[in-house]
């Protein structure tokens, strides 16, 4: 996506005109997932792929002519066995994807210099934009999402904040995909569909200590959209067999993992960090580094007594009272939660209060908003 998005800017840049064909829904066994995209540039060079081959022969000529007619409104193609109009060039793999293909041009999409600027700068940014239905005033308009602001409208003062709300939940977990309204933003709608294509590297969950309880983490940290690494010193326990679910193992000591991965800049504002290992030689250093980090989340787990000690021990190494405020120990919300599964659960409802700012109370209970606008980080 990078490379489309580099040689995109660059036509757009000199006042070139291109054709671009972007994956925004797959069904079965489609080959690329949603956000894959396709440039067809000025001189009929291709960048790119939207099926791996099964249909880019189809989407090239679509592409071609949205961009060639000035006048031209973006098209939403479908393309798959089940679709009868496309079998003879369908999906070999037996899926379906759904194509939105665009005229991207300075007068088209006057943000995009400033969406290129955000990527180039390691900055999250997402782009959304109405697809469907074609008949809509909202169709093909865009807006371009930030953590502090957005560019672009919609037309409806009541859709935008909408959008922007839930596009920045999608950003805050590198997610991509399709939101639904009705006509003016209402969330109980779905007579509009709004694509999302999030510019950001999923955040990550790091999880120390090769417990059973660490598997389950893993397990709903990469059902909600994080890259989870799983780290423990001991090799004999922290075998990618174990975690299946994890993005990776790594055999390190946690507190020499952790600062060799902050020293490579791969933690920031969106890292959540489970502490599962209980075990003073292993927590007690890695906490020390880790409550001066600017993560988003730091859970430990263990008993009130484990906590009390856990504390003393960081009083004794020199943290501030702020510091160790930042500390939820024990870890999770208080769901009655016995197994590995369901304390993953607390703990992954714990990570989402403090990202949205949320209370845990029961909502029935409660009135006003049920979403929050917060913030992209903590």
């Known amino acids: 996506m990078r490379d489309v998005l580099d040689d995109l800017f660059r ?79 369908g999906l070999t793999c037996g899926g379906i994807i759904e194509v939105f293909v665009e005229q991207v041009s300075r007068e088209t999409f006057p943000q995009l210099g400033e969406v290129v600027a955000a990527v180039r700068a390691g900055r999250p940014v997402a782009v959304a934009t109405c697809i469907a239905p074609a008949d809509s005033p909202r169709f093909g ?11 672009g409208t919609f037309g409806s003062a009541r859709l935008d904040a909408a959008v922007a709300d839930d596009a920045r939940g999608l950003l805050a977990a590198g997610r991509t995909g399709m939101l639904h309204y009705g006509p003016d933003g209402e969330r109980r709608g779905d007579e509009l569909a709004v694509f999302v294509n999030s510019y950001a590297p999923p955040a ?23 890259h989870v690494t799983v780290c423990d010193a001991r090799a004999v326990f922290a075998t990618p067999k174990r975690f299946p ?56 787990m263990g008993s009130r007594r484990t906590h009390d000690d856990r504390l003393a021990r960081l009083r004794e190494d020199g943290l501030t009272e702020a510091e160790l405020g930042r500390l939820r120990s024990p870890i999770g919300l208080d769901l009655g939660a016995r197994t590995p599964e369901e304390t993953a659960v607390s703990i992954a409802a714990e990570i989402v209060a403090l990202r949205w700012g949320g209370t845990g109370a029961v909502l029935s209970d409660t009135a006003g908003p049920i979403h929050r606008a917060g913030p992209l980080g903590h």
């Open 11 to 89: 036509g757009w840049a000199s006042g070139a005109v291109a054709g671009v064909a972007t994956v925004v829904r797959t069904w079965q066994s489609a080959p690329r997932r949603p956000g894959a995209s396709m440039l067809v540039a000025p001189d009929g060079e291709a960048v790119g792929s939207v099926s791996g081959g099964c249909v880019e022969g189809a989407v090239y000529e679509l592409a071609t002519d949205v961009a060639a007619d000035p006048g031209a409104r973006p098209v939403l193609q479908r393309y798959g066995v089940s679709d009868d109009d496309a079998y003879a060039i």
């Open 141 to 151: 308009h865009r807006m371009v999402v930030h953590g502090d602001g957005t560019a």
């Open 204 to 226: 990550r969950m790091i999880v120390f200590g090769a417990i059973d309880f660490a598997a389950a983490v893993a397990r709903i940290g990469s059902f909600m959209g994080y």
């Open 245 to 300: 679910s994890a993005d990776e193992v790594v055999v390190e000591w946690p507190h020499r993992y952790l600062e060799g991965e902050a020293s490579a800049q791969r933690i920031d504002g969106r890292t959540v960090l489970c502490v599962l290992t209980h075990d003073p030689k292993f927590d007690v250093p890695l906490l020390e580094l880790a409550l001066r980090l600017p993560v988003a989340y730091i859970g430990a």
